[in-house]
């Protein structure tokens, strides 16, 4: 499958901004997702972009997109500690419709 | 809708017995995921279905892991014999059949096999 990437741990203090990275592999994708997974729960959508697009900006998070090198990030802005969770970024293929999933990032947001 | 429905939410077994896990997707969508999240891996994706066939089941780690979908609203996911190093969050993921959509998850089976 897709080589999905990010780091695995990310801490910041309350108020800061959070910057999520990831890397993907494959160029075909049109779609690239934020999730969010909280303690004992399924993933949510958080947001979406679209490949021809190299940025977004939905309240307190913004997306951007380096088509050219494949890098993804999330930006949450004001971080909270309800922000805690792991973040996924994620692909959707254009040959199989499947989505490729990154390892996810443990965001611990610190009071 | 209710959304991806998965059951049950939490399975301890004996190794060597079967295990099935059960799903039922969002009315209408044409793509069904079936994803295994541990620490030391992530979320794997084990299979999928595309309008009740499955498209690539790559991902199944062994012949003890079988899937079905014999509808549009159904799929289990079955381990036989099961081991312990099966103990997993197991989630199922449904999406329609377009690019921009995303999968939606269940809440997942937290399988524990001792």
């Known amino acids: 499958g897709e080589d999905v990437e990010q780091s695995l741990f990310l801490s910041v203090r309350e108020g800061d901004s959070s910057v999520i990275n990831c890397t993907y592999t494959?160029?075909?994708?049109?779609?690239l997702y934020w999730y969010k997974q909280e303690p004992g729960a399924g993933l949510q959508l958080l947001t979406y972009i679209f490949s021809n697009m190299d940025m977004k900006q939905d309240q307190r998070l913004t997306v951007l997109l380096n088509k050219k090198d494949k890098h993804l990030s999330l930006r949450i802005a004001d971080t909270q500690t309800g922000d805690s969770a792991i973040y996924f970024c994620a692909e959707r293929s254009n040959t199989g419709n499947q989505f490729y999933f990154g390892t996810g990032t443990s965001l611990t947001v610190i009071p | 809708d209710a959304g991806v429905i998965q059951s049950p939410r939490h399975e301890v077994t004996e190794m060597g017995q079967e295990v099935t896990l059960r799903c039922k997707p969002i009315?209408?969508?044409?793509?069904l995921f079936w994803y295994r999240q541990t620490m030391m891996r992530g979320l794997e994706l084990l299979i999928y279905f595309n309008n009740n066939v499955p498209i690539d089941d790559s991902g199944m780690p062994e012949d003890r892991f079988s899937a079905k979908m014999p509808n549009a609203s159904f799929s289990t996911l079955k381990i036989q014999p099961s081991e312990p190093r099966d103990s997993a969050v197991y989630f199922c993921?449904?999406?329609?059949?377009?690019?921009?959509?995303?999968?939606?998850f269940g809440q997942g089976t937290r399988l524990t096999v001792v």
């Open positions: 009315s209408g969508h044409d793509y």
């Open positions: 494959d160029s075909s994708s049109t779609y």
């Open positions: 993921a449904s999406s329609l059949d377009a690019g921009g959509t995303e999968a939606f």
